[in-house]
C-alpha cells in the first residue's frame, strides 16, 4: 500500500519560512491532485495548497500569497514553501494525494500529518 511521507514541521518564530516536503513511498502509475490541508485544534480540516500533475494550483484563501505549492511529478513529490508566517498557521499540515492506478482505481490517501508551530 502507498504511503506519503511528510517532513519539514518544525517550530518557528512569526515571520520566518517552512519549507513542507511530501513523497508517495513508492512509484504510482498516475496522480491528478497533490496537496496539503491543516488542521488546528477544534477546527475542522482545511485546504492550504493543491496542485495538479500539469501545474494547475490552487490555495486557501488566508494564504494570501505567502505559500508556494510546487511538484516533482518524477519523483512524485509535491513541496509546500511557506514564508511570512503567522501564529494563526499553526497546525497539522497533512499531505494529500489522489491517485489512480489501473488495478485498484482511483484512490485518496494522507500522509500522517505533521506539526508547524509559529510563535509570536
Known amino acids: 500500500q502507498v504511503q506519503l511521507v511528510e517532513s519539514g514541521g518544525g517550530l518557528v518564530q512569526a515571520g520566518g519560512s517552512l519549507r513542507l516536503s511530501c513523497v508517495a513511498s513508492r512509484m504510482i502509475f498516475s496522480i491528478h491532485w497533490m496537496g496539503w490541508y491543516r488542521q488546528a485544534p477544534g477546527n475542522e480540516r482545511e485546504l492550504v495548497a493543491a496542485i495538479t500533475s500539469d501545474g494547475s494550483s490552487k490555495y486557501g484563501d488566508f494564504v494570501k500569497g505567502r505559500f508556494t505549492i510546487f511538484r516533482d511529478n518524477a519523483k512524485s513529490m509535491v513541496v509546500l514553501q511557506m514564508n511570512s508566517l503567522k501564529p494563526e498557521d499553526t497546525a497539522a499540515y497533512y499531505c494529500?494525494?489522489?491517485?489512480?492506478?489501473?488495478?485498484?482505481?482511483?484512490?485518496?490517501?494522507w500522509g500522517q500529518g505533521t506539526q508547524v508551530t509559529v510563535s509570536s
Open positions: 494529500n494525494a489522489e491517485l489512480y492506478e489501473p488495478t485498484t482505481g482511483r484512490a485518496f490517501i
